[in-house]
């Protein structure tokens, strides 16, 4: 017997006699002989409950996590406070253990939650609709550009060099698939230069994709931008992180078409990279274009408000080879992790986490530039990320850093060659004053 | 409880708060002495304003209008609803794991690349592959990294003409989404009468313009492909490749994998197949698992060990690049990882075996109330067509909603597309013959319902947090947000 299969002798007797079968091995006599492994698989032998929980802590204390190092690395996945109730209520069992809510009567919970969280995703974004999730950031930013290429019928999209290095990847991963061209615009002091971008639009341009703040944690001035992109009709696709909009002027302000990003800095743990969610808004024009799932309002035969997934015609389970994307399975649980996180930190919160994110991040870069043995790389509006640069190899300054136990910056130069010896640091409300003093120490003596 | 109906929104209050900050400990400057003014919003975002018990009482109301594998039997064709393991969360949630950030350095994460190391090796011998690479974030985005390696394969070989992909009328939406996403043509066969490849159709579109075939085995039918030895041969002269679509691995675990089949590249499910929960619609996991030549072509970064250190390697130049940011959900992979450990080599072949008995013995107890197109010995699911009296225009959807006075969740419906009003059932093997015997009971009770008191069925759920949903009206009349005095 096994603790997860309830079967016992009898049982399985009783339910072969039932079946008309003389043993198990007769219900795969479908399974031609010289296909059966007739051997047992090489894994290791099976643990109990304690053997693993043994096991796994031996693996998970080989690594140093950030509870024990003190965090200034950002780069698209961010230390951000994560309240306690988020744990608590998005491991309710009724959540976590269902599935896509195709039977929406016994699915409230999951549709009432992606609604709310598809509100807020909206009122942060300005945008008029969002789906119900992506699977992260990157893949967000493809589904827009193909948004894009499908809406306006052209075959190439430009993206700023300063937007993520791995968002740019994973797009030209995609788009060589499609025939889709992917145009780099280089940039001037850490933001897009727009006279290139202006030079580089045509006929052909579907979108145009912008981080901001961009990978450099610098706020871009999109105003220009912005007319460049629409007088040549293309869409202007917005990368943004979901906590400087706590402050930061939503993307509908300045023009947005869609609004992307990862949206790991709202209540998910690291988790070394995933599972995170990307979420994915635009506007009411573009919604038939849209990827993914999407939860609507309607009521049930009572009178009843009810929700349901709507418009899922667009989908792959109606549309197949002609769906607006492949996407089945999406983030559900980081979506309502999200929502729940949004609706905690609520109005204020929010706006107060961005706040000292800013507030102690510019608190740090004046003690890491005071002397002058490190520089500000760019001399522009920045959020919580800010690159600096100074005579020694990034490298170094991390290796030296983790000997007190701190995780420095992000080495900028495994991504921009040009920029040696500079790394691009995040401060969140997490950190305290004596953390970044610390960290300005330590720094000075390198 | 039930009649919880508030939206948070409609609970706001303006002042309430439910998160607490320490007080900012470093001089506070003028926001716009940072940031220029042109750049800040003029008013906050507009966010619930509520306390924490607020915060907690919504979501515990709301979540008692949900179904999930915990709140009973869940035979979701296709989709795997097996129990899951609550050990598996604590591992995933110890802070050795959940507390790392992508970007750290390797020396700091061995841990975690060993574990993925680890799993990377033990699903390519469930599955026969040579490697497997973790980084697709569900089975969907598995299929689109697969179908680029088929691609980059090809290409490699200076081959630029097959840019064809042929999927069987069975086969689930995401297959052919996905061979589109790829930028193929999709060729779409149709079954034979027992819903396996037809060899004669399959090869009069097999020629040099096919990259490659998609399968899964057991087939959607929940019906092993009895001749997918010869399929693999067929394809394989044309010069394609086959494709695994690893749904429906549950039912052949330590029995028979699609290496030894013929398969040269597949995903798995680790959110069906090794117990990682649905969370609602995700996340999911879909690992990618190639035949030795094709290794190259994984997406980056691959992990490596070198001596006794492990690494990720990106420096692979004949690799379809990246795919997803990061390394993959390696939070789902820690629960698949434990699930692994805790069922071992024979622990894995007794879920197969469980899995395959519970569906044979519910379909046979079945299959005299509705109606079985295939009666032969079925996988771990099988598909019904229906009620077998139709004199009272009962539809599948009815039955399925009956279901949910029951207590059940229903299974899945209309999928496969070539069985018509298709109910297609995968009790799996953590259920006991008690809660199948249930199950039965009430599908026999509902089909004597459906010819005694049809309108019952037609107007059912009756017990439910809501009833039958306007469908229509939600796509018709679109109400995507919540909208203040709307
Ligand atoms: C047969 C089959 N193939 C592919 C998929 C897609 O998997 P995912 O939802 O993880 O993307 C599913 C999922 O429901 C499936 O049942």
């Known amino acids: 017997m096994h603790r997860y299969l309830p079967h016992t002798e009898a049982d399985e007797k009783l339910m072969l006699e039932s079946i008309g079968a003389q043993s198990i091995d007769d219900l795969f006599n479908d399974i031609p002989e010289n296909l059966r492994l007739n051997r047992k698989l090489d894994l290791p032998e099976p643990m109990s409950e304690m053997e693993l929980v043994s096991h796994m802590k031996d693996l998970s204390t080989a690594n140093k996590s950030i509870d024990e190092l003190v965090c200034f690395l950002g780069a698209g996945a961010y230390d951000h406070y994560i309240p306690s109730i988020v744990k608590h209520l998005a491991m309710r069992s009724e959540f976590y253990t269902a599935y896509t809510p195709y039977q929406p009567e016994i699915s409230q919970g999951t549709l009432q939650a992606i609604f709310e969280y598809q509100t807020m995703i909206c009122n942060l974004t300005g945008m008029d609709v969002s789906n119900a999730s992506m699977y992260d950031g990157a893949t967000a930013c493809v589904e827009a550009a193909m948004m894009a290429v499908e809406s306006t019928r052209r075959d190439s999209v430009v993206v700023s060099s300063t937007v993520h290095p791995e968002v740019r990847e994973v797009l030209k991963s995609y788009m060589k698939f499609r025939d889709v061209k992917v145009i780099e615009v280089d940039m001037a002091d850490g933001v897009t230069d727009w006279e290139k971008l202006k030079a580089l639009m045509g006929k052909d341009i579907a979108g145009v994709i912008i981080q901001n703040p961009n990978f450099f944690g610098i706020i871009e001035d999109l105003t220009d931008i912005e007319k460049i992109v629409h007088e040549n009709k293309s869409l202007l696709i917005s990368y943004v992180d979901p906590i400087s909009l706590g402050i930061i002027k939503s993307p509908s302000e300045y023009g947005a078409d869609i609004v992307i990003g990862e949206g790991q800095s709202l209540g998910n743990s690291l988790n070394y990279g995933g599972p995170y969610l990307g979420f994915l808004a635009t506007t009411s024009k573009l919604m038939r274009k849209m990827p993914g799932r999407i939860v609507g309002q309607s009521n049930d035969v009572d009178g009843k408000r009810a929700f349901v997934l709507t418009l899922q015609a667009r989908e792959q389970h109606i549309r197949r080879y002609k769906a607006t994307s492949n996407i089945c399975s999406n983030q559900g649980l980081n979506a309502l992790i999200a929502a729940i996180y949004m609706i905690t930190m609520g109005k204020k919160g929010l706006r107060e986490v961005a706040v000292q994110s800013t507030q102690k991040a510019h608190y740090a870069l004046e003690q890491l530039t005071k002397t002058g043995k490190f520089k500000p790389l760019f001399n522009k509006p920045f959020f919580k990320e800010f690159a600096i640069t100074g005579s020694v190899e990034s490298k170094k300054v991390n290796s030296e850093l983790l000997k007190h136990n701190i995780l420095g910056g992000y080495e900028l130069e495994k991504d921009y060659p040009e920029l040696k010896n500079s790394l691009l640091l995040c401060v969140t409300e997490k950190r305290t004053k004596k953390q970044i003093d610390k960290l300005a120490e330590v720094m000075e003596v390198i | ?486």
Request: with cysteine; aromatic share 8%; charged share 25%.
């Open chain 2, 1 to 486: 409880m039930k009649d919880y109906n508030k939206l948070i929104f409609e609970i706001s209050k303006e002042g309430r708060i439910a998160y607490s900050l320490p007080p900012c400990d470093v001089d506070e400057k003028e926001l716009n002495t940072l940031i220029p003014d042109s750049f800040l919003r003029s008013e906050d975002v507009d966010l619930p304003e509520v306390s924490e018990v607020d915060v907690v009482r919504h979501f515990t109301n709301i979540s008692n209008k949900n179904y999930g594998v915990d709140t009973g039997f869940y035979p979701l064709g296709s989709c795997t609803m097996k129990y899951n393991p609550k050990i598996n969360e604590d591992m995933a949630n110890l802070s050795g794991f959940s507390n790392l950030h992508p970007y750290q350095p390797e020396d700091t994460v061995q841990g975690a690349l060993e574990l993925m190391y680890h799993l990377d090796q033990m699903l390519s011998e469930i599955t026969g592959m040579e490697r497997v690479s973790l980084q697709p974030a569900a089975g969907a985005h598995g299929e689109l990294a697969g179908l680029m390696i088929i691609k980059a394969y090809h290409e490699s070989r200076g081959d630029n003409k097959r840019n064809k992909i042929i999927v069987p009328d069975s086969a689930h939406g995401t297959n052919p989404a996905s061979a589109a996403v790829a930028g193929f043509e999709i060729i779409e066969i149709e079954s034979d009468k027992n819903g396996a490849v037809d060899l004669d159709k399959l090869k009069e579109v097999l020629n040099d313009e096919i990259a490659g075939l998609m399968l899964t085995n057991p087939s959607t039918l929940g019906l092993f492909e009895k001749n997918i030895k010869e399929i693999a041969d067929l394809v394989h002269e044309a010069g394609g490749l086959l494709y695994y679509d690893g749904a429906n691995t549950n039912a052949i675990m330590g029995i028979a994998r699609p290496g030894d089949m013929g398969f040269d590249v597949i995903h798995l499910n680790l959110h069906k197949t090794f117990s990682t929960p649905h969370g609602g619609g995700g996340p999911g996991s879909g690992p990618i698992g190639v035949r030795k030549d094709l290794v190259k072509f994984l997406p980056v970064p691959v992990v490596e060990k070198q001596g006794d250190k492990y690494v990720l390697d990106y420096d692979r130049p004949e690799s379809i690049g990246k795919i997803k940011s990061f390394y993959g959900h390696f939070g789902v992979a820690i629960k698949a990882y434990s699930y692994i450990l805790s069922m071992g080599a024979e622990g894995l072949k007794k879920v197969s075996e469980k899995a395959v008995l519970n569906a044979n013995y519910v379909m046979n107890k079945l299959k005299d109330h509705y109606y079985l197109p295939i009666d032969q010995v079925c996988k771990h699911e099988f598909v019904l067509g229906g009620l077998i009296n139709k004199e009272n225009n009962i539809s599948t959807l009815d039955v399925a909603k009956r279901l949910l006075d029951y207590g059940y969740h229903p299974p899945t419906v209309y999928f496969p597309l070539i069985v018509s009003e298709a109910i297609m059932i995968e009790p799996t093997e953590t259920e006991s013959k008690e809660t199948l015997d249930g199950f039965i009971d009430t599908m026999i009770k509902i089909a004597q319902e459906a010819d005694e008191n049809p309108e019952l069925l037609k107007s059912a759920p009756h017990n439910t947090p809501v009833r039958r949903i306007d469908e229509a009206k939600a796509a018709r009349n679109l109400i995507l947000k919540w909208e203040k005095n709307k």
